[in-house]
């Protein structure tokens, strides 16, 4: 390291520090997958129970569960999705019953990194003869082919076709939606199978990692390559899963070189050039070049130079336009990629970055990284270290429970429409019974404990409700469910058991309870929660960001600072005061055919927690005949409406 000029070293330790400062540092970088992992369970987990493609698993793959993104690059999500109904094989000894197979095709007529997929018989590992749709294709040696377009009548009509991906048009505030429709392969393809043997200089990845990543297998995506004869028919060959293993199991300064090159990529060539690189080229760019370099090279000291490694190769992929895939080389992410005045821009926009020895980041406005380079040398401000760090988790931590949420709605959307109770019930212990046998499988017990509990709260209230309309008193089945259920917020599910009390006529059981969350509930801390609809509001509360940061159990913490809001269905009428019933019944249902994906809430009677809180406080103090008691209730409501940005959902999703 005495080699390395003070320039270079004090460069390269002040961009470290300000990555830092932004929160590209190891305790976010952990933080962001595991909570990124846990909402890619849960998903999963939602799938399953409603029986949609019971064996399909959803994975988060890209910037944001890699932990290589800022609040500045607002990176998209990015999840795949596998079709469970279909499998790829490679060899007919591979051949499974009971699922469309298909044969993956690997010869002179497809593009490198793509195949063809042959679909087989179902009763024998034996060809298909029969054409039975559109999506299935018969060419000119006979083999019936599987038509990649099938991923389009797989997705949501919300969705649209870009590439391998149905992406959600973004929202103002929100993080667009990347779907990736996939089908699995258990076998490590074979244009794949050279990178297993070869080694780099650097000695990495290890053969451990290698062999671990084989065992992964790979998965087929629909899009075929550029300008092929085939495009319609061919599947590109993803190792997106094997990319994501490796993206873990890199240090803190590769992964704030990638960010510096997402960084450049975003204020320097897209600005110029939209969509002539990716940041995948970018991270295919810095794998080649850790593959070939000591490990010991990637440090603090170096970052500076590490970079400049990096945009030299990229520098050279993009004059040969060739920039082969990591793991299947001869696949070149940059064929047919720019025009000549494109890549000269591309080649001059690099060059000039090189030749400025890191001063061209100054420019770099993104979460300002160039005022935040100049602040460590000159010390113009005084900035909090965690600052964006806390903020980061915030929105971390909203999205979990964002996300739980808006599983939790889709739940009740197929089960809002269920007319007898019995059936409802019978759908309901379905589900729980499916997610216990889930948790002992020893999937995400987190994400179970999280899905159960909103099904726990809504059996035991469906069983309130028919109890309350046989009027037999609340059975001990019932209160049971609803106490198991208790800690899903601080408040919501609190909320919902004073209702029932109220609407059975306890009054001081429902009392008590009100009294218990109102003095529990801290103003400064609490964050709502909804997915009711879509909306941004002002950033969150600087103490709920801190006490994020701050957790390492970012679950547990979810059940102490924030407040869903509280939904009764038409089954639950019986559980909430007439005011509220009547929100039942709000649409004559002529307007079904144009609701929004976001309005399952129209049948329902939804209010968020807090001032739901008061409105009950207020109904059991006149019960109770406490005036002055209701008096403060009813003015607490007056200025939680006023002042509580109670309705506004702040989480990005």
Same mark, same amino acid.
């Given at each position: 390291?005495?080699?390395?000029?003070?320039?270079?070293r004090?460069v390269?330790?002040?961009?470290?520090?300000?990555l830092d400062?932004?929160g590209?540092?190891e /305790?976010?970088?952990?933080?962001t997958?595991r909570l990124?992992?846990?909402?890619?369970s849960?998903?999963?987990?939602?799938?399953k129970?409603k029986?949609?493609d019971?064996?399909?698993?959803?994975?988060t793959?890209g910037?944001?569960?890699?932990?290589?993104?800022?609040l500045?690059?607002?990176?998209?999500?990015?999840?795949?999705?596998?079709?469970a109904?279909?499998?790829?094989i490679?060899?007919l000894?591979?051949?499974?019953?009971?699922?469309?197979?298909l044969?993956?095709?690997q010869?002179?007529?497809?593009?490198?990194g793509?195949?063809?997929?042959q679909?087989?018989?179902q009763?024998?590992?034996?060809?298909?003869?029969?054409v039975y749709?559109?999506y299935?294709?018969?060419?000119r040696?006979?083999r019936?082919?599987?038509k990649n377009?099938?991923?389009?009548?797989?997705?949501?009509a919300e969705?649209?076709?870009?590439?391998?991906?149905?992406?959600m048009d973004?929202?103002?505030?929100?993080?667009?939606?990347?779907?990736?429709?996939?089908?699995?392969c258990?076998?490590?393809p074979l244009? @794949?199978?050279?990178?297993?043997?070869?080694?780099?200089?650097?000695?990495?990845?290890t053969?451990?990692m290698k062999?671990?990543?084989?065992?992964?297998?790979?998965?087929?995506?629909?899009?075929?390559?550029?300008?092929?004869?085939?495009?319609?028919?061919e599947w590109?060959?993803?190792?997106s899963?094997a990319?994501?293993y490796?993206?873990?199991?890199?240090?803190i300064t590769q992964i704030? =070189?990638?960010v510096l090159m997402?960084?450049?990529?975003?204020?320097?060539?897209?600005?110029?050039?939209?969509?002539? *690189?990716?940041?995948y080229?970018?991270?295919?760019?810095?794998?080649?070049?850790?593959?070939?370099t000591e490990?010991?090279?990637?440090?603090?000291? #170096?970052?500076?130079?590490?970079l400049n490694?990096c945009?030299?190769?990229?520098?050279?992929?993009?004059?040969?336009?060739? =920039?082969?895939?990591?793991?299947i080389p001869?696949?070149?992410?940059? @064929?047919?990629?720019?025009?000549?005045?494109?890549?000269?821009v591309?080649l001059?926009?690099?060059s000039?970055?090189?030749?400025?020895?890191?001063?061209?980041?100054?420019? *770099?406005?993104?979460?300002?990284?160039?005022?935040?380079?100049?602040n #460590?040398?000159?010390?113009?401000?005084?900035?909090?270290?965690?600052?964006?760090?806390?903020?980061?988790?915030?929105n971390?931590?909203?999205d979990?429970g964002l996300?739980?949420?808006e599983?939790?709605?889709?739940?009740?959307?197929h089960?809002?429409?269920?007319s007898?109770i019995?059936?409802?019930l019978?759908?309901?212990?379905k589900?729980l019974?499916?997610l216990?046998?889930?948790?002992n499988?020893g999937?995400?017990?987190?994400a179970?404990? @999280?899905l159960?509990k909103?099904l726990?709260?809504?059996?035991?209230?469906?069983? @309130?409700?028919?109890?309350?309309?046989?009027?037999?008193?609340?059975c001990r089945?019932?209160?049971?469910?609803?106490?198991?259920?208790?800690?899903?917020d601080?408040?919501?599910?609190k909320v919902?058991?004073?209702?029932?009390f109220?609407? #059975?006529?306890?009054?001081?059981?429902?009392e008590?309870?009100?009294?218990?969350?109102?003095?529990?509930?801290?103003?400064?801390v609490v964050?709502?929660i909804?997915? =009711?609809?879509?909306?941004?509001?002002?950033k969150?509360?600087?103490a709920?960001?801190?006490?994020?940061?701050?957790a390492?159990?970012e679950?547990t913490l979810?059940?102490?600072?924030?407040?869903?809001?509280v939904?009764?269905l038409?089954?639950?009428?019986? =559980?909430?005061?007439?005011?509220l019933?009547?929100?039942?019944?709000?649409?004559?249902?002529?307007d079904?055919?144009?609701r929004?994906?976001?309005?399952?809430w129209?049948d329902?009677a939804?209010?968020?927690?807090?001032p739901?809180?008061?409105?009950?406080?207020?109904k059991?103090?006149?019960?109770? /005949?406490?005036?002055?008691?209701k008096?403060?209730?009813?003015?607490n409501l007056?200025k939680?409406i006023?002042?509580?940005p109670?309705?506004?959902?702040?989480?990005q999703?």
């Amino acid at each position: 390291m005495s080699e390395i000029p003070d320039y270079t070293r004090n460069v390269s330790l002040s961009l470290s520090k300000v990555l830092d400062e932004i929160g590209v540092n190891e /305790r976010m970088v952990i933080k962001t997958r595991r909570l990124q992992l846990m909402n890619e369970s849960l998903c999963t987990l939602a799938h399953k129970l409603k029986d949609e493609d019971e064996d399909g698993n959803m994975y988060t793959l890209g910037s944001r569960v890699e932990g290589t993104t800022t609040l500045g690059l607002n990176s998209d999500t990015d999840l795949l999705f596998t079709l469970a109904a279909y499998t790829v094989i490679q060899d007919l000894s591979e051949w499974e019953p009971g699922k469309i197979n298909l044969l993956m095709i690997q010869d002179d007529t497809v593009s490198p990194g793509y195949c063809l997929l042959q679909i087989l018989r179902q009763d024998a590992p034996l060809p298909e003869d029969n054409v039975y749709d559109q999506y299935w294709y018969r060419d000119r040696i006979g083999r019936v082919l599987l038509k990649n377009a099938i991923v389009n009548s797989r997705a949501g009509a919300e969705f649209v076709r870009h590439g391998p991906a149905q992406s959600m048009d973004e929202m103002p505030g929100f993080y667009g939606n990347d779907l990736v429709l996939a089908i699995l392969c258990q076998q490590w393809p074979l244009q @794949a199978r050279q990178w297993i043997a070869q080694q780099g200089e650097g000695q990495w990845p290890t053969y451990d990692m290698k062999q671990y990543c084989k065992d992964m297998g790979c998965f087929v995506v629909g899009v075929g390559g550029k300008d092929s004869e085939n495009e319609e028919l061919e599947w590109r060959i993803s190792t997106s899963l094997a990319e994501r293993y490796l993206m873990f199991n890199l240090n803190i300064t590769q992964i704030r =070189c990638y960010v510096l090159m997402k960084m450049i990529l975003k204020s320097f060539i897209n600005t110029q050039c939209p969509d002539s *690189i990716s940041s995948y080229m970018c991270k295919t760019v810095m794998l080649h070049c850790i593959s070939s370099t000591e490990n010991h090279a990637w440090n603090e000291n #170096t970052l500076l130079i590490c970079l400049n490694y990096c945009l030299t190769i990229l520098y050279n992929c993009v004059l040969n336009e060739n =920039c082969p895939h990591f793991i299947i080389p001869e696949n070149n992410l940059m @064929a047919r990629r720019f025009t000549p005045v494109t890549k000269q821009v591309i080649l001059g926009t690099i060059s000039y970055i090189l030749s400025s020895k890191g001063s061209a980041l100054l420019e *770099i406005e993104c979460d300002q990284l160039g005022f935040r380079i100049q602040n #460590t040398f000159l010390r113009l401000v005084e900035i909090v270290p965690e600052d964006m760090s806390c903020e980061i988790s915030g929105n971390l931590v909203g999205d979990i429970g964002l996300f739980v949420n808006e599983l939790h709605l889709d739940f009740l959307k197929h089960t809002n429409n269920i007319s007898h109770i019995r059936v409802l019930l019978q759908t309901l212990y379905k589900y729980l019974m499916k997610l216990t046998h889930y948790m002992n499988q020893g999937q995400n017990k987190l994400a179970c404990s @999280a899905l159960a509990k909103f099904l726990s709260m809504h059996l035991g209230s469906a069983l @309130a409700s028919m109890n309350i309309h046989s009027q037999v008193g609340l059975c001990r089945e019932s209160t049971v469910l609803m106490s198991l259920c208790l800690n899903v917020d601080l408040i919501s599910s609190k909320v919902k058991l004073a209702s029932i009390f109220y609407c #059975t006529g306890e009054i001081e059981r429902a009392e008590l309870i009100l009294k218990n969350i109102e003095e529990s509930y801290d103003h400064n801390v609490v964050e709502p929660i909804c997915q =009711c609809y879509d909306f941004k509001h002002k950033k969150s509360k600087r103490a709920f960001d801190k006490l994020c940061y701050e957790a390492d159990d970012e679950y547990t913490l979810l059940q102490s600072i924030t407040a869903s809001c509280v939904k009764f269905l038409r089954y639950e009428i019986n =559980c909430c005061p007439h005011e509220l019933q009547h929100e039942m019944f709000r649409s004559p249902q002529q307007d079904l055919p144009y609701r929004g994906k976001n309005d399952e809430w129209m049948d329902m009677a939804v209010v968020d927690s807090l001032p739901y809180l008061y409105f009950l406080q207020y109904k059991t103090y006149s019960h109770l /005949r406490r005036h002055r008691d209701k008096q403060a209730a009813l003015s607490n409501l007056a200025k939680c409406i006023i002042e509580e940005p109670f309705s506004d959902t702040k989480i990005q999703h």
